[in-house]
């Protein structure tokens, strides 16, 4: 900490000496240090909530367990793993073309006016509210991939496709598909503004190289300007998944929340966030842990895909920026 | 990174011009559809909420309380009156605490603590919002067996603090450093220089930050689900239970009554339109600052 020297002539306060410095950086450490708590607290809360689970059943036996079954006070939550991870990969696989389709016409093709469209769209989509995506996905889509799913599973039922029809699962409109379609929507604004941020740093000089070897537009695009950006694509990519993994309300209230293993294709599932949102209400002792003891996998998850992310956008910029 | 010898090998030689046309107006055409397809979910959804939110509104909606569906299902004034207590006391605790952080970071770049600060700043923000609903209910409410709006309070302001930190660190960082040094120079302590000078050059940034941080804690629904615990009575008590827009929406959803499907519609206009306010105010407060 570099001091200053006192005034000449001091006569004020001695907070205006070293002493008034050193209480305001105190002041602005003990703020510092609180973000900082809140997240080993979240940590430890979540650890300490879930040990009787955890104690319960083992690490291993709690998160490979495939029942969860309240009456008998059995918990497990490998249902819920991997309906979290099968949801927020589908939508980010189906998120991934449009998410870089629009950062590149964004900042390669799209006029200044359309640009700022564009990215005021993406804005908007990353700022609406969960609820309302989900209040969208459970009133409005929902009945609409309803009636197309009851066609597709007429088709299979006519056709005597058995095992289609075991892929396809009920008919119902809430489940699987819908929750991916929803998720989808909610992540490519993450995915997009990432890549458009990377897309836009690369360097004039590298397009116009490859312009003057004779590149088509396109060519110019796919050789020179995404190999330059794929890093803060990636990181785009990753965090969109990690946004997929902790999404709440839109996917409880649209995927139907049924944990039995196996989960098909429109037929109801289930994820963590979801399931701790539809269990809570009667949660008590060893269930309120096996709920919180999710909450701690979540948490893993969900910090490691961070760490993950932001550790690519801090390599990319050290080797991009120059 | 690429040195251009592995772009003229990717590039074929001679001929085939035409297909290579053929192929740059396909892609175009392809990376257009992949627009179009990011941008009609968002005119689906503001239209839906739009046309069915409108149809609902009217002035009692908007001023009455709940009432069962029987007695013509009331309105939401108990939900925004909540939703706004508990997100100005979530601004002052999370502003207070984003705003301090990032004004470390910003004014003491070499304290050691800043790189731990700031990655688990940026950690915090990706975490899920459930998981700080989560905590909170963990340390406040089950010790003290009930929710309430406080409770409520605490979880939107983890949810604001990192949004607030990393928005004030990146606009103090804009005003120059000669600033800092013209007070130094006149003899100011350096917290002095702050609080006088580089702050209020930067006033405009820091309530970006807050209403960026504000967009975002207003929709949230399921960290108040386990904290606030929701409410159908208006209160301005924050120590009882309390309702917020977003956890309306989110239990009329599920209601099979189509009243109350109507008015979810109807309380997801109100917060859109609260969320789109307080990002607009986030830009035209960033445009006037540049």
Same mark, same amino acid.
């Given at each position: 900490?570099?001091?200053q020297?006192?005034?000449?002539?001091?006569?004020?306060?001695?907070?205006?000496?070293?002493?008034g410095d050193r209480?305001?950086?105190?002041?602005?450490?003990?703020f510092?240090?609180?973000?900082i708590?809140?997240v080993?607290?979240?940590?430890w809360?979540?650890?300490a909530g879930g040990s009787?689970?955890f104690?319960?059943?083992?690490?291993?036996?709690?998160?490979?367990?495939?029942?969860?079954?309240?009456?008998?006070d059995?918990?497990?939550a490998?249902?819920f793993?991997?309906?979290?991870?099968?949801?927020?990969?589908a939508a980010?696989?189906?998120a991934?073309?449009?998410a870089?389709?629009?950062?590149?016409?964004?900042?390669?093709?799209?006029p200044?006016?359309?640009?700022?469209?564009?990215?005021?769209a993406?804005e908007?989509l990353a700022?609406?509210p969960?609820?309302i995506?989900?209040l969208?996905?459970?009133?409005?889509l929902a009945?609409?991939?309803r009636?197309?799913?009851?066609?597709?599973?007429?088709?299979?039922?006519?056709?005597q496709?058995d095992?289609?029809l075991?892929i396809?699962g009920?008919?119902?409109?809430?489940?699987m598909?819908?929750?991916v379609?929803?998720?989808a929507?909610?992540?490519i604004?993450?995915a997009?503004?990432?890549?458009?941020?990377s897309?836009?740093?690369?360097?004039?000089?590298?397009?116009?190289?490859a312009?003057?070897l004779?590149?088509?537009?396109?060519?110019?695009?796919k050789?020179?300007?995404?190999p330059y950006?794929k890093?803060?694509?990636?990181?785009?990519i990753?965090?969109?998944?990690?946004r997929?993994l902790?999404?709440?309300?839109?996917?409880?209230?649209?995927?139907g929340?049924?944990?039995n293993?196996?989960?098909?294709?429109f037929?109801s599932?289930?994820?963590?966030?979801?399931?701790?949102?539809?269990?809570?209400?009667?949660?008590?002792d060893?269930?309120?842990?096996?709920l919180l003891?999710l909450?701690?996998?979540?948490?893993?998850m969900?910090?490691?895909?961070?760490?993950l992310?932001?550790?690519?956008?801090?390599?990319?910029s050290?080797?991009?920026r120059? | 990174?690429?040195?251009?010898?592995?772009?003229?090998?990717?590039?074929?030689?001679g001929g085939?011009?035409?297909i290579?046309?053929?192929?740059?107006?396909?892609m175009?055409?392809?990376?257009v559809?992949g627009?179009?397809v990011?941008?009609s979910?968002l005119?689906a959804?503001?239209?839906?909420?739009?046309?069915?939110?409108?149809a609902?509104?009217?002035?009692?909606?908007?001023?009455?309380?709940?009432?069962?569906?029987?007695?013509?299902?009331?309105g939401v004034?108990h939900?925004i009156?909540?939703t706004?207590?508990?997100?100005l006391?979530?601004?002052?605790?999370?502003?207070?605490?984003?705003?301090a952080?990032?004004?470390?970071?910003?004014?003491y770049?070499?304290?050691?603590?800043?790189?731990?600060?700031r990655?688990?700043?940026?950690?915090?923000?990706?975490l899920?919002?459930?998981?700080?609903?989560?905590?909170?209910y963990?340390?406040?409410?089950?010790p003290?067996?009930?929710?309430?709006g406080?409770a409520g309070?605490l979880?939107?302001a983890?949810?604001?603090?990192?949004?607030?930190l990393r928005?004030?660190e990146?606009?103090?960082?804009?005003?120059?450093?000669?600033?800092r040094?013209? +007070?130094? /120079?006149l003899g $100011?302590?350096?917290?002095?220089? &702050?609080? %006088?000078l580089v702050?209020?050059?930067? !006033?405009?940034?820091v309530?970006?930050?807050l209403?960026?941080g504000?967009?975002?804690?207003?929709?949230?629904a399921?960290?108040l689900?386990?904290?606030a615990?929701?409410?159908?009575?208006?209160?301005?008590?924050l120590g009882?239970q309390t309702e917020?827009?977003?956890?309306?929406?989110?239990?009329?959803?599920n209601?099979?009554?189509v009243?109350?499907?109507?008015q979810?519609? +109807?309380? /997801?206009?109100? $917060?859109?339109i609260m969320?789109? &306010?307080? %990002?607009?105010?986030?830009r035209?407060a !960033?445009?006037?600052?540049?």
């Amino acid at each position: 900490m570099a001091s200053q020297p006192p005034p000449i002539g001091a006569r004020q306060s001695p907070l205006y000496r070293a002493f008034g410095d050193r209480i305001f950086l105190a002041a602005l450490l003990l703020f510092g240090l609180i973000v900082i708590g809140i997240v080993i607290l979240m940590g430890w809360q979540l650890a300490a909530g879930g040990s009787q689970a955890f104690a319960q059943f083992g690490l291993l036996g709690f998160l490979g367990g495939v029942t969860w079954d309240p009456v008998a006070d059995i918990y497990g939550a490998w249902p819920f793993i991997i309906g979290t991870l099968i949801t927020s990969l589908a939508a980010i696989v189906l998120a991934f073309f449009p998410a870089i389709a629009v950062a590149i016409y964004a900042v390669e093709y799209a006029p200044r006016w359309l640009g700022s469209i564009l990215q005021y769209a993406l804005e908007l989509l990353a700022a609406l509210p969960s609820v309302i995506y989900g209040l969208w996905g459970l009133l409005v889509l929902a009945p609409i991939l309803r009636s197309q799913q009851q066609s597709i599973v007429t088709w299979a039922l006519e056709n005597q496709q058995d095992w289609l029809l075991a892929i396809l699962g009920p008919p119902i409109g809430f489940g699987m598909t819908t929750a991916v379609i929803v998720l989808a929507v909610m992540v490519i604004p993450y995915a997009a503004s990432l890549a458009k941020d990377s897309i836009a740093l690369v360097p004039g000089a590298q397009r116009e190289a490859a312009y003057a070897l004779g590149a088509t537009k396109w060519e110019v695009i796919k050789n020179a300007v995404l190999p330059y950006a794929k890093g803060g694509i990636l990181a785009g990519i990753i965090l969109g998944f990690t946004r997929a993994l902790g999404e709440t309300m839109a996917v409880v209230m649209v995927i139907g929340n049924n944990n039995n293993l196996p989960f098909t294709l429109f037929g109801s599932a289930t994820t963590i966030p979801a399931s701790i949102i539809n269990e809570f209400g009667e949660a008590m002792d060893l269930k309120l842990s096996a709920l919180l003891a999710l909450g701690f996998v979540l948490f893993i998850m969900s910090g490691l895909m961070n760490l993950l992310a932001a550790w690519i956008v801090k390599r990319m910029s050290v080797e991009g920026r120059l | 990174m690429t040195p251009p010898s592995s772009i003229a090998s990717v590039i074929p030689k001679g001929g085939n011009l035409r297909i290579r046309r053929v192929w740059n107006s396909v892609m175009l055409v392809l990376l257009v559809l992949g627009s179009i397809v990011v941008v009609s979910p968002l005119i689906a959804v503001l239209g839906a909420v739009l046309v069915n939110g409108l149809a609902t509104i009217n002035w009692a909606f908007l001023t009455q309380e709940f009432r069962p569906v029987t007695e013509g299902g009331g309105g939401v004034w108990h939900a925004i009156v909540g939703t706004l207590l508990m997100n100005l006391l979530a601004l002052l605790i999370g502003g207070l605490l984003g705003f301090a952080g990032g004004v470390l970071l910003s004014e003491y770049p070499d304290h050691p603590i800043n790189p731990y600060l700031r990655t688990i700043s940026d950690l915090l923000n990706g975490l899920p919002a459930l998981l700080k609903g989560l905590v909170i209910y963990a340390i406040i409410v089950l010790p003290t067996g009930m929710f309430s709006g406080y409770a409520g309070a605490l979880a939107l302001a983890i949810i604001l603090t990192p949004i607030v930190l990393r928005a004030t660190e990146g606009v103090l960082q804009l005003v120059p450093w000669s600033v800092r040094e013209a +007070g130094l /120079a006149l003899g $100011l302590p350096r917290w002095r220089v &702050i609080i %006088s000078l580089v702050i209020p050059a930067a !006033t405009a940034g820091v309530v970006t930050g807050l209403m960026l941080g504000f967009a975002r804690a207003a929709g949230e629904a399921a960290p108040l689900y386990f904290t606030a615990g929701g409410s159908q009575f208006l209160n301005f008590n924050l120590g009882q239970q309390t309702e917020s827009l977003a956890l309306t929406i989110f239990k009329y959803a599920n209601e099979p009554s189509v009243l109350r499907q109507e008015q979810a519609w +109807g309380a /997801a206009l109100i $917060l859109t339109i609260m969320v789109l &306010i307080a %990002s607009l105010l986030a830009r035209w407060a !960033t445009r006037k600052y540049n």
